[in-house]
């Protein structure tokens, strides 16, 4: 088979050229093939590529299959001799088999010496990673030196005398390729464009139209199609190092090799395509050359016409200048009676202005003179009106504050005798109130203790109600009610306590609502006849100290400030005084 010439199968069309790819995305390309196995993990189908690419560059026979290629490896000689095979002076000597650790050692460290100085990219392995055989570092140098004998090989049957990279070959040998079949999308990487399988189907039936057909693209599953195509290249004898999953995964190295495998097999684009791109590339240039003697023409007509019209421009132009001079010389001497003509009148008007100033200012100075004696005359006046009016105000101000004095002495003595009279009220009703205290255990939902229910040592005294945590320590309550606040205390049936507390073995519960404090107390009693009592005794001792706290409201309202602690001024008959 022939072998492509990329210079002389340049597309006609750039937007196409998927090939012209710039330096950057280049390097983005190799930045992807290069990266090593830096995982645990490696695929079987890629270590089997590689143990088949060796077996056929050094005559190896190494089953792919098995892990026998590691223990190879660690023998210090096969690495060498691929990397041989593939650049003969990487490499100062072919290693030998031996017995020694040492000259082992020094064998792995001159195929990583010799790798690296090929261009390959040996990241964290060192020659007792291979001595060692771990699998993911050994497939990792593996991979690097089967690259650069794809990738050569790529280069060596393009006949690219241009000195492209290798990958940028092989995107302008699939591109042309798919352009041939008539497919006008260019492929521009080695793994978005290629994941639907799309590309790499059309590709296919252009090298071998008789093995794949386009019917393929009706397959809509991704995996599906990966598992068809790769069947087609077993069939040619390109399947290497490449499964389904690494398809539609888009996995760039190892789509690299598949390629370079593909394109060692069909390195060929054919004649007709090369003459059609060069006869098309002809027509455009001639059309191109036709265009540019049609404007070439065009520029010289426009040429000549803008010489005439310049000549005329430069007589207009003369005409303009001659009028602008005899124009300058009327300017000038108008300029002149105007500056002097200006200079007279500047004279009159400040002249004018001056003895204006002067009769202002004589008539300013009459009118505040004349307004200074009217003011003052007004100002006298007003200063005997407003001495007579304060003395009929302090008179009549005398006469209602003595009135006053007189009223307020003889309702506060009533008032005094009304607060004696409610004190003695209030000593009656406050003998009559007696409080009726209670103290047990209660289980409360609290704020701050995740809603969980907590056993308190409730204590009602007068009108508060005290809680306590320790019992044995009621120093400090806890919290407390002002039951005077409870607007309703009501008893809650066994559901709605389960519901509250969270569990069904709280069943006697009730809840105190405080308007005041907007809050809501929900407890739970230990029994029936304890929940009873409580509620029973909170509404007794809320009806008493109501009753007091409004006779206190009542009082306050009747009496003055002040007066309300005020000794009265005159005992009621039968009692000492307060």
């Known amino acids: 088979m022939a072998a492509l010439n990329v210079a002389a199968a340049r597309p006609v069309s750039t937007a196409e050229d998927a090939g012209a790819l710039s330096p950057r995305m280049i390097q983005q390309l190799r930045d992807v093939d290069q990266k090593p196995l830096s995982n645990h993990f490696y695929s079987e189908e890629e270590k089997a590529g590689l143990v088949e690419f060796m077996n056929n560059e050094i005559s190896t026979n190494i089953n792919p299959r098995?892990?026998?290629?590691?223990?190879?490896?660690?023998?210090?000689?096969?690495?060498?001799?691929?990397?041989?095979?593939?650049?003969?002076?990487?490499?100062?000597?072919?290693?030998?088999?031996?017995?020694?650790?040492?000259?082992?050692l020094e064998n792995h460290k001159a195929v990583?010496?010799?790798?690296?100085?090929?261009?390959?990219?040996?990241?964290?392995?060192?020659?007792?990673?291979?001595?060692?055989?771990?699998?993911?570092?050994?497939?990792?140098?593996?991979?690097?030196?089967?690259?650069?004998?794809?990738?050569?090989?790529?280069?060596?049957?393009?006949?690219?005398?241009?000195?492209?990279?290798?990958?940028?070959?092989?995107l302008q040998w699939a591109n042309i390729h798919l352009?041939?079949?008539?497919?006008?999308?260019?492929?521009?990487?080695?793994?978005?464009?290629?994941?639907?399988?799309e590309?790499?189907?059309?590709?296919l039936h252009q090298l071998a139209p008789n093995e794949c057909s386009l019917d393929l693209l009706n397959i809509t599953d991704p995996l599906e199609r990966a598992k068809r195509i790769l069947a087609i290249a077993e069939k040619l004898g390109c399947r290497k190092f490449i499964t389904e999953e690494d398809i539609t995964k888009g996995n760039g190295r190892l789509n690299v090799a598949f390629l370079?495998?593909?394109?060692?097999?069909?390195?060929?684009?054919?004649?007709?395509?090369?003459?059609?791109?060069?006869?098309?590339?002809?027509?455009?240039?001639?059309?191109?050359?036709?265009?540019?003697?049609?404007?070439?023409?065009?520029?010289?007509?426009?040429?000549?016409?803008?010489r005439g019209e310049n000549m005329v421009l430069q007589t207009e132009v003369e005409g303009l200048r001659q009028q602008a001079e005899l124009m300058q010389a009327d300017q000038q001497a108008a300029s002149s009676e105007f500056t002097v003509a200006t200079q007279k009148i500047l004279a009159d008007t400040?002249?004018?202005?001056?003895?204006?100033?002067?009769?202002?200012?004589?008539?300013?100075?009459?009118?505040?003179?004349?307004?200074?004696?009217?003011?003052?005359?007004?100002?006298?006046?007003?200063?005997?009106k407003h001495e007579a009016a304060l003395g009929m105000m302090r008179s009549t101000f005398q006469n209602e504050l003595e009135r006053e004095k007189s009223e307020s002495a003889k309702a506060i003595g009533e008032l005094q005798r009304l607060l004696a009279e409610a004190i003695e009220r209030e000593k009656r009703i406050k003998l009559s109130i007696v409080s009726e205290d209670m103290q047990g255990f209660l289980y409360k939902k609290g704020k701050k203790s995740g809603n969980k229910m907590q056993k308190r040592l409730f204590v009602m005294r007068g009108e508060y109600i005290m809680y306590y945590k320790d019992s044995h320590d009621m120093s400090k309550p806890a919290g407390s009610i002002y039951i005077i606040t409870l607007n309703k205390v009501s008893m809650l049936d066994d559901v709605t306590t389960a519901k509250y507390a969270g569990s069904k073995s709280y069943k006697f519960g009730f809840e105190m609502?405080?308007?005041?404090?907007?809050?809501?107390?929900?407890?739970?009693?230990e029994t029936e006849d304890e929940r009873k009592q409580w509620i029973n005794a909170i509404k007794n001792n809320q009806r008493r100290y109501a009753t007091r706290k409004s006779l206190q409201e009542l009082l306050a309202s009747e009496l003055p400030a002040g007066v309300l602690n005020a000794p009265p001024t005159t005992p009621r008959e039968g009692q000492p005084p307060q």
């Open 66 to 104: 098995s892990d026998e290629i590691f223990e190879e490896v660690k023998k210090g000689v096969i690495l060498g001799q691929l990397l041989n095979k593939i650049k003969a002076d990487a490499l100062p000597k072919v290693p030998n088999a031996s017995s020694n650790p040492f000259e082992v």
């Open 112 to 170: 990583l010496d010799g790798a690296r100085k090929i261009g390959a990219t040996i990241v964290n392995v060192g020659p007792e990673d291979l001595r060692d055989g771990t699998p993911h570092l050994v497939l990792g140098v593996f991979w690097q030196l089967v690259r650069f004998g794809l990738l050569k090989r790529v280069a060596t049957l393009s006949g690219d005398t241009l000195g492209l990279p290798p990958e940028q070959i092989l």
């Open 179 to 197: 352009r041939n079949s008539g497919y006008n999308k260019a492929v521009m990487n080695f793994g978005a464009d290629l994941k639907d399988g």
């Open 199 to 203: 590309v790499l189907i059309r590709l």
């Open 260 to 306: 370079a495998t593909l394109f060692t097999a069909y390195p060929d684009m054919g004649e007709k395509s090369r003459v059609r791109a060069l006869e098309a590339e002809v027509s455009a240039l001639n059309t191109e050359v036709q265009t540019l003697r049609t404007d070439l023409d065009g520029s010289r007509r426009q040429i000549q016409v803008m």
């Open 350 to 384: 400040r002249k004018t202005m001056e003895d204006m100033q002067a009769q202002q200012q004589a008539e300013l100075k009459r009118l505040q003179e004349e307004s200074n004696a009217r003011h003052q005359a007004e100002i006298s006046e007003l200063n005997k």
């Open 513 to 525: 609502h405080s308007a005041e404090q907007n809050r809501v107390y929900f407890v739970v009693a």
